[in-house]
């Protein structure tokens, strides 16, 4: 099925889900404020959501249009889902992303096209099971990557290239993933490459995390630079915002998005979210309690609204440098982050979808000042 083809038996979809479903407008979502994140922030960047297919309709549904205007497929766009074997691709739950975001008139960010995570084993492999070698694995990226960026040219604006190339540990460059291992540091540029080749109007990012980390900052800088001077198509770098309530801090953030803006590219908040457990950057780092029922509590509340407010000032200082801030999921309703023995809440609205203090704290900057 072509994309035109799937993205109608999508819109098809969505349209029959809103037709029948006057719930959408009578339930516990309804609009909370003829205002939204977007609509506070208009004259700031565009301000996204990372979503699965099933948050498309239903309560989800209405609270992401009502308050974003850019949407990230969480998981569907990446290599792993959506090519799933050599000669195979799945492009349901991409499609039906693409969809909702054209019928809501909302931007589109593609994620992303190479990663250590999710990447199928058969890219690495021949059929007997040995590891391939580089001239067939950078073939084999730059199908992908040439097929999947030229179906959705007409809905994604900008793609997350190249994802976590760098390694965290302070002694080691590159991380050592099977894409490393196989082809060096080349399958970075190559990468680049084939995506604008692809789409030449793309905004490319390389997208990571930890990027506040002094050393970590300073490792993707050197690469990023590179890059450009190799004349390599790169024109942003993804801050993915993986935060907690006590990291990092606004001198941290502010040289982060100066110093990656210094090499003439935009910076965008890509992946937010504000974990209440104090802790390292980007909660891979964090041991997780065998705690499921744990409560959002006073003070973890107003550590997170403190956090959240300097995290927003900042942005709006830097509105001529930040082209976008996506949150990473919708409500603490669900967040990537409960995966790990305990609940977590990250995110600006409530478990009920309703928005939270640190809501208002984020949108209520005028009056603030
Ligand atoms: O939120 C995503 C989760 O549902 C997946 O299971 C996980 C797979 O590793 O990826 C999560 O999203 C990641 C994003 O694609 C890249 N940056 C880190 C995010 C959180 O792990």
């Not at 009578?26 to 700031?44: E, N, Q, R």
């Not at 004349?231 to 001198?251: A, D, F, R, T």
């Not at 705690?291 to 509340?301: I, K, L, R």
Request: net charge positive; charged share 25%.
């Amino acid at each position: 099925m072509n994309i035109r083809k799937g993205i109608l038996v999508a819109l098809a979809v969505s349209l029959f889900f809103a037709s029948c479903s006057s719930s959408i407008k009578t339930t516990g979502a309804k609009p909370i404020s003829a205002k939204g994140l977007k609509d506070y922030y208009k004259d700031f960047f565009p301000i996204g959501v990372a979503v699965a297919p099933r948050m498309l309709h239903g309560e989800d549904s209405v609270l992401i249009v009502n308050q974003f205007n850019s949407l990230t497929a969480e998981n569907a766009m990446k290599m792993g889902p959506i090519h799933p074997r050599e000669n195979e691709y799945y492009w349901k739950d991409a499609d039906s992303i693409a969809a909702f975001a054209k019928k809501h008139r909302m931007r589109l960010r593609g994620h992303n096209l190479c990663w250590h995570a999710q990447a199928p084993s058969w890219m690495f492999q021949t059929a007997t099971g040995d590891t391939v070698t580089k001239e067939v694995v950078l073939q084999r990226l730059k199908d992908h990557i040439t097929t999947v960026v030229n179906r959705y040219k007409d809905y994604v604006y900008g793609w997350d290239v190249v994802n976590e190339a760098i390694d965290d540990r302070d002694s080691i460059f590159y991380r050592p993933s099977a894409w490393y291992k196989i082809c060096g540091e080349e399958f970075i540029a190559k990468a680049f490459e084939y995506a604008h080749a692809a789409d030449p109007k793309a905004v490319l990012f390389y997208n990571d995390y930890n990027t506040e980390n002094p050393k970590k900052r300073e490792k993707i800088y050197e690469m990023v630079k590179k890059l450009k001077e190799a004349g390599v198509p790169i024109h942003g770098v993804g801050l993915q915002g993986h935060w907690s309530v006590n990291n990092p801090s606004g001198e941290e953030l502010r040289k982060s998005i100066q110093l990656f803006s210094s090499l003439g590219l935009q910076v965008q908040v890509t992946e937010l979210d504000v974990s209440v457990y104090a802790g390292r950057q980007g909660g891979q780092l964090v041991q997780g309690r065998s705690d499921t029922t744990s409560n959002f509590t006073p003070e973890m509340e107003q550590q997170q609204r403190d956090q959240y407010k300097m995290f927003f000032d900042v942005f709006r200082q830097y509105k001529n440098k930040l082209t976008g801030v996506t949150f990473w999921n919708v409500s603490d309703r669900y967040s990537w982050l409960d995966g790990r023995g305990r609940k977590n809440y990250p995110l600006l609205f409530d478990t009920k979808r309703q928005p939270k203090k640190a809501y208002w704290d984020v949108v209520n900057f005028k009056a603030a000042k």
